[in-house]
Nanobody
């Protein structure tokens, strides 16, 4: 049973930074791609960023390009989302995920994602 646990969320001022972590347990996820999504009340979960398994290719939503950076550390079975220059529009519950196929994240197919974390709240005050 794979479990993903996010940490690092919190409340910050606009312009500040946060780093989210997502630690996996249960099995190594070296052969999995990792993805980050976010969701606000009443809206669908939206894709934020992803990193592939083999060559750590990255992909970002247009709204976060240049501000967020996704990374992974296979030795720690952990993924990260560095969020800089945070804006009030970044306020959301952030979810990490893992899936065998990077295509899942290219297409933003939330229904195909194999593993999800429980979410961590990020609140950005303007």
């Amino acid at each position: 049973q794979v479990q993903l646990v996010e940490s690092g969320g919190g409340a910050v001022q606009a312009g500040e930074s946060l780093r989210l972590s997502c630690a996996a347990s249960g099995r190594p996820l070296n052969a999995y791609s990792w993805g980050w999504f976010r969701q606000t009340p009443g809206k669908e979960r939206e894709f934020v960023a992803a990193i592939s398994d083999r060559d750590s290719r990255t992909r970002y939503a247009d709204s976060v390009k240049g501000r967020f950076a996704v990374s992974r550390d296979n030795t720690k079975n952990t993924a990260y989302l560095q969020m800089n220059s945070l804006e009030s529009g970044d306020t959301a519950e952030y979810y990490c995920s893992a899936d065998r196929s990077y295509l899942t994240y290219i297409h933003g197919d939330t229904y195909r994602v194999q593993y999800w974390g429980q979410g961590t709240q990020v609140t950005v005050a303007s």
